[in-house]
C-alpha cells in the first residue's frame, strides 16, 4: 500500500500482525497502529507527518492485550490532539499520556496489576523519522544493502552487553533475558529514547516486537528485505518467523521510502537531537547487533585493564635530609604490611609473590604495589545470574558461590543477602528492612547498588552507602532483588536473587 499526504514522503507501507503459531487459539499481546486509524489526524499530516506504532504487551492475556492497545490508542489521539509542532516533544507527552493512562488501568483494576507494554513508534515528517521506544520492541533501518538497529533495547540482559560483562550470545540464552528495565504502565515515568534520521530515497524502516526479531536472524532479515518491500515483505516475514514455531505474537510494520517531498532525493537539512545519520554502522552477521547511539542511553565501555605504578628510583646524590625521609617512609611501609597482610595480600618482593590486581592505595605511606590483571571474562550459571571467572582490573574477584551462606574471601567479593528470607510473605504495607552483608574492602566512593523488581518488572534502583534498605511494599506481587558493589568504574559479582511475596 502506497501513500503520500500532503508534503510528506511518497511511502510504501506493509503491515503484518499474527497470534504465533505455538499461541494459536489464545489472545494477541501486540498491537499496531497508523496515523490513519485517528480520524482527527487526517487534517494535521502537513504539520505533524505520519505517525506509525508497534506495541507488545505482557502481563497475563487480558493485561497484555489491554495494554498495547491503549498504548496505541492513547499515543496516537495525544500525538495528534496536541498543538505543538515540535515533533520530538510532542510524541514525548504522548507516550507519557499513554503511560499514565496503562499505569492508571493497573492501579484501578485488580485483575489488571502487572500490565504493561513495549513501545516503538516513528514519525515520517518532511525528509526525517523521529523514533521513541521504550522497551524491547524494535526499529531497523535497511539502507543501502545494509541492516541497523536505531532503537535501543531497554533490558537487563541489553544493560549488561552494554557496560561489557556479558555477551551478545550469551544475553541470547540467558535466564533474564526477558527482563525489562523500561516498558509504558509499570512505573509513573516513561522514559523513553529518542533519535531522528534524514530520510534517503530507497530506505526502508523496519518496526517490529520481539516475535520477529527474537527469530528471525539479522541476515534473515537483510535477505528479505533486499529483495522485497511493502506487504509483500511483511507477510513473508511473518511467515518465516512461524516456520521457525512462531513462540510468540508477531507485530510488524515495514515503511519503504519511494520519494521524498519535491524529489529531494535526500535530505538536505536536519535536526536531529543525535547525529546518528553520520554514524551508521551494518550489521557484521546474524549473531551481533549494533545498537544506534541516542539521545539519554549510551553503551558503557568494558573496563580496561590498569598500568602498573611507574617504578621508583633513587639517586646516591640525594642529600640527606631526602634519605631521612625515605626511613619514614620505610616504616610507613611496615604499617602497611601489617594491614595487607590480614586481607591476604602479597607485597612485593616476598619470596612467594604472585600476580593480582590493582587495589586502592590502602593508607598513605603503603609501599604495596600491585600488578593489574588484564583479561576477563563471564560465563552464565544455573546457580547464579552472573559468575566472572576471572578477574576484572583493578579489582580482585574471587569466584564464590551466590547462596551458599558463606561470603567470597578477598576484597571485592559478591554481596551476601541476608533478610528477609527467601520467599517469605508478607501483607501489603508491611515495612521491610533489607539487609545484606558484604567482605570486601571498603574505599573512598564504594557503594552498592540494589534493584528491586515486582513480578519481573523493575520497580527501583537503589544508590546505598548502607547494607540496610527498609522498603515497604504496597502492591501485591511476587518481589526479587539482588544487589551489585560499585567502587569507580568497577563492579563486583552480583549477588544472589532473593524473593518475598506480597499477598
Not at 436 to 444: F, P
Given at each position: 500500500?502506497?501513500?503520500?499526504?500532503?508534503?510528506?514522503?511518497?511511502?510504501?507501507?506493509?503491515?503484518?500482525?499474527?497470534?504465533?503459531?505455538?499461541?494459536?487459539?489464545?489472545?494477541?499481546?501486540?498491537s499496531?497502529?497508523?496515523?490513519?486509524?485517528?480520524p482527527?489526524?487526517?487534517?494535521?499530516?502537513?504539520?505533524?507527518?505520519?505517525?506509525?506504532?508497534?506495541?507488545?504487551?505482557?502481563?497475563?492475556?487480558?493485561?497484555?492485550?489491554?495494554?498495547?492497545?491503549?498504548?496505541?490508542?492513547?499515543?496516537?489521539?495525544?500525538?495528534?490532539?496536541?498543538?505543538?509542532?515540535?515533533?520530538?516533544?510532542?510524541?514525548?507527552?504522548?507516550?507519557?499520556?499513554?503511560?499514565?493512562?496503562?499505569?492508571?488501568?493497573?492501579?484501578?483494576?485488580?485483575?489488571?496489576?502487572?500490565?504493561?507494554?513495549?513501545?516503538?513508534?516513528?514519525?515520517?515528517?518532511?525528509?526525517?523519522?523521529?523514533?521513541?521506544?521504550a522497551?524491547?520492541?524494535?526499529?531497523?533501518?535497511?539502507?543501502?544493502?545494509q541492516?541497523?538497529?536505531?532503537?535501543?533495547?531497554?533490558?537487563?540482559?541489553?544493560?549488561?552487553?552494554?557496560?561489557?560483562?556479558?555477551?551478545?550470545?550469551?544475553?541470547?540464552?540467558?535466564?533474564?533475558?526477558?527482563?525489562?528495565?523500561?516498558?509504558?504502565?509499570?512505573?509513573?515515568?516513561?522514559?523513553?529514547?529518542?533519535?531522528?534520521?534524514?530520510?534517503?530515497?530507497?530506505?526502508?524502516?523496519?518496526?517490529?516486537?520481539?516475535?520477529?526479531?527474537?527469530?528471525?536472524?539479522?541476515?534473515?532479515?537483510?535477505?528479505?528485505?533486499?529483495?522485497?518491500?511493502g506487504?509483500?515483505?511483511?507477510?513473508?516475514?511473518?511467515?518465516?518467523?512461524?516456520?521457525?514455531?512462531?513462540?510468540?505474537?508477531?507485530?510488524?510494520?515495514?515503511?519503504?521510502?519511494?520519494?521524498?517531498?519535491?524529489?529531494?532525493?535526500?535530505?538536505?537539512?536536519?535536526?536531529?537531537?543525535?547525529?546518528?545519520?553520520?554514524?551508521?554502522?551494518?550489521?557484521?552477521?546474524?549473531?551481533?547487533?549494533?545498537?544506534?547511539?541516542?539521545?539519554?542511553?549510551?553503551p558503557?565501555?568494558?573496563?580496561?585493564?590498569?598500568?602498573?605504578?611507574?617504578?621508583?628510583t633513587?639517586?646516591?646524590?640525594?642529600?640527606?635530609?631526602?634519605?631521612?625521609?625515605?626511613?619514614?617512609?620505610?616504616?610507613g611501609g611496615?604499617?602497611?604490611?601489617?594491614?595487607?597482610?590480614?586481607?591476604?595480600?602479597?607485597?612485593?618482593?616476598?619470596?612467594?609473590?604472585?600476580?593480582?590486581?590493582?587495589?586502592?592505595?590502602?593508607?598513605?605511606?603503603?609501599?604495596?604495589?600491585?600488578?593489574?590483571?588484564?583479561?576477563?571474562?563471564?560465563?552464565?550459571?544455573?546457580?547464579?545470574?552472573?559468575?566472572?571467572?576471572?578477574?576484572?582490573?583493578?579489582?580482585?574477584?574471587?569466584?564464590?558461590?551466590?547462596g551458599?551462606g558463606?561470603?567470597?574471601?578477598?576484597?571485592?567479593?559478591?554481596?551476601?543477602?541476608?533478610?528477609?528470607?527467601?520467599?517469605?510473605?508478607?501483607?501489603?504495607t508491611?515495612?521491610?528492612?533489607?539487609?545484606?552483608?558484604?567482605?570486601?574492602?571498603?574505599?573512598?566512593?564504594?557503594?552498592?547498588?540494589?534493584?528491586?523488581?515486582?513480578?519481573?518488572?523493575?520497580?527501583?534502583?537503589?544508590?546505598?552507602?548502607?547494607?540496610?534498605?527498609?522498603?515497604?511494599?504496597?502492591?501485591?506481587?511476587?518481589?526479587?532483588?539482588?544487589?551489585?558493589?560499585?567502587?569507580?568504574?568497577?563492579?563486583?559479582?552480583?549477588?544472589?536473587?532473593?524473593?518475598?511475596?506480597?499477598?
Amino acid at each position: 500500500m502506497a501513500e503520500s499526504p500532503t508534503n510528506q514522503p511518497h511511502i510504501t507501507i506493509g503491515m503484518a500482525l499474527d497470534v504465533g503459531r505455538s499461541r494459536a487459539g489464545k489472545p494477541n499481546q501486540d498491537s499496531l497502529g497508523t496515523y490513519q486509524d485517528y480520524p482527527a489526524a487526517q487534517s494535521k499530516l502537513a504539520e505533524k507527518g505520519l505517525l506509525y506504532i508497534v506495541a507488545d504487551g505482557m502481563g497475563g492475556a487480558a493485561g497484555g492485550e489491554e495494554a498495547s492497545q491503549t498504548a496505541v490508542q492513547a499515543t496516537l489521539r495525544g500525538y495528534y490532539d496536541d498543538a505543538d509542532t515540535d515533533i520530538q516533544r510532542s510524541l514525548t507527552q504522548a507516550i507519557q499520556q499513554a503511560n499514565n493512562s496503562i499505569h492508571d488501568l493497573g492501579q484501578k483494576e485488580p485483575n489488571l496489576r502487572g500490565l504493561g507494554t513495549t513501545i516503538v513508534a516513528a514519525v515520517i515528517h518532511h525528509n526525517q523519522l523521529i523514533l521513541g521506544n521504550a522497551g524491547d520492541s524494535r526499529a531497523y533501518l535497511f539502507r543501502q544493502g545494509q541492516l541497523h538497529q536505531i532503537s535501543v533495547d531497554h533490558s537487563w540482559v541489553q544493560e549488561q552487553v552494554r557496560r561489557g560483562l556479558i555477551t551478545e550470545e550469551q544475553a541470547e540464552v540467558h535466564p533474564q533475558r526477558n527482563v525489562l528495565t523500561r516498558n509504558l504502565g509499570n512505573e509513573p515515568d516513561a522514559r523513553p529514547d529518542f533519535a531522528t534520521l534524514s530520510l534517503q530515497e530507497g530506505d526502508t524502516f523496519l518496526l517490529c516486537s520481539d516475535g520477529l526479531w527474537g527469530v528471525v536472524s539479522d541476515a534473515e532479515l537483510t535477505e528479505i528485505l533486499r529483495t522485497e518491500h511493502g506487504q509483500s515483505a511483511a507477510q513473508t516475514l511473518m511467515n518465516l518467523a512461524n516456520d521457525h514455531g512462531g513462540p510468540d505474537n508477531i507485530g510488524i510494520i515495514l515503511l519503504h521510502v519511494e520519494e521524498l517531498p519535491g524529489g529531494a532525493g535526500a535530505a538536505t537539512t536536519r535536526t536531529a537531537s543525535v547525529p546518528i545519520t553520520d554514524r551508521l554502522e551494518p550489521l557484521d552477521d546474524a549473531s551481533t547487533t549494533k545498537q544506534m547511539p541516542t539521545a539519554r542511553l549510551e553503551p558503557i565501555a568494558a573496563p580496561q585493564a590498569t598500568a602498573p605504578p611507574t617504578a621508583l628510583t633513587t639517586s646516591s646524590a640525594l642529600p640527606k635530609i631526602l634519605l631521612a625521609l625515605l626511613a619514614v617512609v620505610l616504616v610507613g611501609g611496615l604499617g602497611g604490611y601489617f594491614l595487607a597482610e590480614p586481607l591476604g595480600l602479597m607485597l612485593p618482593g616476598a619470596a612467594e609473590a604472585t600476580a593480582t590486581s590493582a587495589l586502592p592505595t590502602l593508607t598513605s605511606g603503603t609501599l604495596a604495589t600491585f600488578t593489574p590483571a588484564t583479561t576477563a571474562s563471564v560465563v552464565a550459571s544455573p546457580s547464579v545470574r552472573l559468575t566472572i571467572t576471572t578477574t576484572l582490573s583493578p579489582i580482585v574477584t574471587p569466584a564464590g558461590t551466590a547462596g551458599s551462606g558463606a561470603p567470597n574471601t578477598g576484597p571485592f567479593p559478591a554481596p551476601i543477602l541476608l533478610e528477609p528470607a527467601n520467599d517469605a510473605t508478607f501483607a501489603p504495607t508491611t515495612p521491610i528492612t533489607l539487609k545484606w552483608e558484604w567482605s570486601g574492602l571498603y574505599t573512598l566512593g564504594t557503594h552498592f547498588e540494589l534493584q528491586i523488581r515486582r513480578d519481573g518488572f523493575p520497580i527501583g534502583t537503589e544508590t546505598l552507602n548502607d547494607d540496610t534498605f527498609p522498603f515497604t511494599p504496597e502492591q501485591p506481587g511476587t518481589y526479587t532483588w539482588d544487589v551489585v558493589v560499585v567502587q569507580g568504574e568497577q563492579e563486583s559479582i552480583l549477588s544472589e536473587e532473593r524473593t518475598f511475596i506480597v499477598r
